[in-house]
């Protein structure tokens, strides 16, 4: 039982350049999430969906799309990145009693 | 605007002391309060759950309580181990809206030999 997979786990980037992170989970859990985690601060929530064909967003949407196209899996996309999206980005689905799992977290650094 | 507010910042204490890390909130309706463990490098991972009736809860060498009327939780680690050596974040739970989960900063919790 794998729980939440993020892909990649690492990437670089240069500003302007786009990138997709992938977030897959097997415990057919409707609601997923999008965070960004920076030093000092919490985890902020970027985008969320409540189930297959839905997103909503989230405290710091800016410059973030998401997909959810399938109930497993929660696309986040950056059309053109910029140093400030410099950030370790965590993924996590939840129970319906509002337990959260997590999954590894995507390094992302723009130049 | 809901927050919830962690205390101390960072934490370092020697293998086999005890620890208490502290959470208040101002959220509402509140819901429930979750204690995650964040390890370096890694997601975070449940640790406990505190609904609005209940005051303590362990987890092996984890002990939360909630007050529920001054809006305050805490943790208290019992007999540390090295591997207690993460940060700690509080989560609080608002009634009826699937966002409505707000973040403490966490506290880094350093055990020494």
């Known amino acids: 039982n794998a729980g939440v997979t993020q892909t990649p786990k690492f990437r670089v980037l240069k500003t302007g350049q786009s990138m997709t992170l992938l977030c897959a989970q097997d415990?057919?859990?409707?609601?997923m999430y999008w965070y960004r985690q920076d030093p000092g601060m919490g985890l902020r929530l970027i985008h969320y969906s409540v189930g297959e064909g839905t997103t909503a967003k989230g405290e710091v949407p800016d410059g973030y799309n998401v997909s959810r196209l399938k109930k497993q899996n929660f696309l986040l996309g950056l059309e053109s990145a910029a140093p400030s999206q410099t950030s370790v980005y965590f993924c996590?689905?939840?129970?319906?009693?509002?337990?959260?799992?997590f999954g590894e977290g995507s390094r992302l650094t723009v130049l | 605007k809901n927050q919830v507010e962690q205390s101390p910042q960072s934490l370092i204490i020697l293998e086999g002391k005890n620890c208490t890390l502290q959470c208040n909130y101002t959220v509402s309706p509140f819901s429930n309060l979750r204690w995650y463990k964040q390890d370096t490098g890694r997601g975070p991972v449940s640790l406990t759950i505190m609904t609005f009736s209940e005051n303590t809860k362990s987890n092996g060498r984890y002990t939360a309580t909630l007050d529920a009327d001054t809006k305050q939780s805490s943790l208290h680690i019992t007999a540390s181990q090295l591997s207690d050596s993460a940060s700690y974040i509080c989560?609080?739970?608002?009634?009826?809206?699937?966002?409505?989960?707000?973040f403490g900063s966490g506290t880094q919790l350093t055990v020494l030999p």
């Open positions: 996590a689905s939840r129970t319906g009693s509002g337990e959260l799992f």
């Open positions: 415990m057919n859990h409707e609601y």
């Open positions: 989560v609080v739970s608002a009634a009826g809206s699937a966002r409505q989960l707000t």
